[in-house]
Each structure stands twice: as C-alpha cells, then as structure tokens.
C-alpha cells in the first residue's frame, strides 16, 4: 500500500487532537487574553461562595434578569430572563423558551464553593503572647498548603441584635493578613521526617495567627485574647459570642495572576469550580434567546458531598423549575415537573485533573486530560469500580461530541486519574436522579486543590465557546 493511501487512512480514520492555539483563527486567538482578564477579576471578587453568587445575580441584573419571586403566581409573557438564589450562596438562572414540561432546557451546573479553611464557632485564644484563631478545614485540601501563607478572611456575622456584618480584611494592599506558621526545617527531624504526611499535618494545628499585642498590665487574664476582641469589637461592633452564628472563610490573600513568560496561563485560588461557573454564566448571558429553554445552576457544597439545603442534593432545582411552570402558564403538578426533569440535558460543569509533567504516574496517559487541548469530556468519576459516578450514556456523549464538531469546539476527554489511583465526584449523579442526560464537561487543572490551581487561557475560552454552543442547541 502507498504512502498516499496510508495518509489518508490516517487521517480518516485515527482521531485528531488539536492544541487549541493550533485550531483556533486568528479573531478567537485575539479574544482569548482579554475573556481571561475578566475571569481572572470574576476570581479576585468571589473567593467564597456567597461573593461569587453576588458576582453571578450582578452580571444577570444587568442583562435584565428579574427575581423570579417577584413575578410567581402571575402569568407573563413578556418575562423571559429570570433568577433565583437561594440562602445567598446558591443561584439559578433562565430563559424561557417554549413547552418546559415537554421539551425540558438545556442546563448546566456547576459549584461555587471551594477548599478552604473555616473558623470554628468558639475560634479565639491565646498562647505564648499570641492571639490565635482556630480553623476547620473544608473539602479536600492537603494540609501544608496552607501554611506559612498570607490569608484573608472573608465572611458573614450575624450579631444578637439580628444586625448583619459582611467583613473581607486582607485584600487590599493597607489590609494586614493573617497566616498559619510552620516549622523549620532545622528542628523538624524528630517531629515530622519520620511520620506520614497525614501524621505529619494535622488538623487541629491549623490555628490562624491574628495578634500579638496586650490590652492592660501584666496581671490581667488573656490580655493577648482581649487584644484581638477589642480590635474586632472597634472596628465592627461584634463580640466573642457573635462568631457563633457566623460563616467566616480564610482563603489566599493573592490576586490571581498571569504564570509563564507568555502569560499563557493563570495562577489563582478557586478555579475549581469557579472557571466553570464564570464560562457557563459569560456562555449563558451571551446566549440567543431560542425556543428551548436554558439554564444555569450554582450550587453550594459540592466540595464536600453536595450536602445541605444549598447543594445539588437538595430540592433548589425542582423548587426553580416549579417555578418556571407557573411563570409560563404551564401545568405545576407533579407530572409536569417530572416531565420537565426528565426531558432536560445537562452539562455538569466540573473541572478534570490535568496531566502533570512531574506525576505522570498517576494518569494513563491515553485517558489523561492535558492543558491546552480544551474542554475536556469526562464521561464518569467516581472511584474504583466507577463507586459513586454519574456515567453518560454512549447516546448522550454522542450529542455533546456531535454538536462540538459541528461548532468546532476543540475538546479532550479525560479520566480523573488511573483505576485504583484514587477518584473523585462531581454534582452529575444529583442531577441525574431526575432521569436527564447528565455529562460531566469542563477545562482541566494542575495543582487542583491548593490555593494556586492553574488553568490554560486557551482551554477557558474553549470552554466558554463550547458551553456557548451547548445551549445554542434546541433538539
């Protein structure tokens, strides 16, 4: 056989794997760093959740979004962009097209909240002439990381008056931040060389430093403790006991920035999840209107199970679409929700672990997302034996790999890692216990977890551009 015809039975047949700087014209590649300036300030204003679903109903006001329920019980034609959120920490957008209980929407969904550390309830003490904050790591971080780093805190205080107190201290260049302290190398042999790292770092020792200096002489009890109250109580009237009825997250202090001498990608804390909830809500606003509905969800709490009434387990979803039938004239009884459910496809918004240069072991690499070469389909999680995984349906993958093509979106799939390796989840399978097509779909991260994740601008854009063309569908 000539080598003619082996060219073209290479090409006809092998599957092409494009880097996305390859694929994309000359007009995209111009759009790629200034859509990634946006996200990277979209990162910098919402590193905890309730900042972020703030930034999510902003945007969507200024499309001319209106809450929902200021309109239900009403019939309105006219009203076609709405939202909803949900405790302040968990968000549904849409825009109605036509026969919801028939048709369903093409939704996506994604997760707003991240790793992090948590002040504990009863956080302040003292020790060794220091005031000391107490934390409760959240999701899956490795511990290390988070020490001897400059930190922020963020977060929400609702006082005995019922007054409500938003704080944010460590972003602005005059703010102090706050850190965790390490041990140094030169006394760490004994202690720590010869234990597991899960020995090695442990929990309760991630005690924030918040204050050094005394209030009154040398004889009064806790004087470095009441320092640190008194600071607090001048600046925002709270108390010891208000801490007990607050949400107050210590995240990286950092701005999120430009990694390599091309810039080509981004350094920051949060990406997971918050690269797939700003590409699916820039996907969303800069969607046509059409005769299927879409919609965008942000959930709470997938970081650790999708729990409580802000996660993807709770019944926000069909609460919204209950909603949307009755703004639209349609049938709310169950029969018309279910149908609405069920005929419903989704894209879970999540993003896959990229290969590393340095721990390639850990991936096949066959089945192994790379940075650069775009979306990335991940056709099920889970752990093991697929223990806990939403797995597509081949019919479903098809769609989403049919209407990609057709739009020329570059995208990859990718596994999370090799069988027995480890595994993770993502709010797919939540989603889809309602009966819809349910895909997991979204970029690919190095350093997932720690506090500077980093992402490809090039698979961002591709991301948005590929969500962009999910809901442009109507089938």
């Known amino acids: 056989m000539n080598k003619t015809r082996i060219k073209k039975i290479r090409e006809t047949l092998l599957k092409k794997q494009p880097l996305v700087f390859d694929a994309l014209d000359k007009k995209d590649q111009d759009q790629v760093f200034p859509f ?5 300030a979209f990162l910098d204003q919402s590193k905890t959740e309730r900042e972020a679903a703030r930034q999510i109903i902003d945007a969507a006001k200024q499309k001319g979004f209106v809450d929902i329920d200021t309109v239900l019980g009403k019939t309105h034609k006219n009203i076609k962009k709405v939202y909803k959120i949900f405790q302040g920490r968990c968000v549904a957008l849409a825009v109605l097209g036509k ?6 929407a093409n939704i996506i969904a994604s997760h707003i909240d991240s790793p992090r550390l948590d002040l504990k309830q009863n956080p302040i003490y003292e020790d060794l002439s220091m005031g000391l904050m107490k934390t409760h ?3 899956g971080i490795r511990k290390y990381h988070w020490l001897a780093l400059p930190l922020a805190l963020h977060g929400t205080i609702i006082k005995s008056n019922n007054e409500r107190v938003d704080i944010t201290i460590g972003e602005h260049p005059s703010d102090p931040v706050f850190t965790i302290t390490d041990l140094l190398p030169h006394l760490a042999g004994k202690t720590q060389a010869n234990k597991n790292i899960s020995e090695v770092f442990e929990g309760e020792k991630l005690n924030l430093v918040v204050g050094s200096l005394p209030l009154g002489g040398k004889d009064e009890k806790d004087r470095f403790k009441l320092g640190v109250l008194n600071c607090l109580f001048d600046q925002y009237g709270i108390t010891e006991e208000d801490f007990v009825s607050a949400e107050i997250e210590a995240v990286p202090s950092e701005k999120a920035r430009d990694v390599g001498f091309d810039r080509s990608l981004i350094g920051a804390y949060g990406q997971d999840d918050r690269v797939c909830a700003f ?10 209107p059409s005769e299927k509905t879409i919609m965008a969800l942000f959930f709470d709490k997938e970081e650790i199970g999708s729990e409580g009434s802000s996660g993807a387990k709770s019944n926000f979803l069909e609460d919204f679409m209950s909603d949307l039938l009755l703004i639209s004239g349609e049938n709310t009884d169950n029969r018309s929700l279910r149908k609405a459910l069920i005929h419903s496809s989704c894209l879970s918004a999540d993003v896959n672990a990229a290969m590393d240069p340095d721990f390639k072991d850990v991936h096949e690499a066959m089945n192994a997302a790379k940075l650069g070469f775009g979306i990335c389909i991940t056709k099920f999680t889970g752990v093991g ?10 019919e479903f993958v098809g769609k989403i790999r049919q209407i990609f093509n057709h739009n020329h979106i570059v995208w990859q799939t990718g596994e999370l890692g090799k069988i027995d390796q480890g595994g993770g989840g993502t709010v797919a399978k939540f989603l889809a216990k309602f009966g819809m097509n349910v895909l997991d779909c979204g970029p690919s991260l190095l350093s997932m977890h720690s506090p500077f994740e980093i992402s490809s601008k090039a698979d961002v854009y591709m991301t948005y551009l590929g969500y962009k063309a999910f809901y442009k569908d109507n089938d």
Do not use: V
Not at 36 to 40: D, S
Not at 99 to 104: A, I
Not at 279 to 288: G, N, R
């Open 279 to 288: 590409t699916s809500l820039e996907a969303f606003l800069d969607s046509e």
């Open 385 to 394: 034996g697929k223990s806990g995984a939403s797995d597509a349906g081949s």
């Open 137 to 139: 790591y959240y999701g």
């Open 99 to 104: 026969k919801l209980s028939g048709r369903g």
């Open 36 to 40: 990634c300036e946006k996200y990277k």
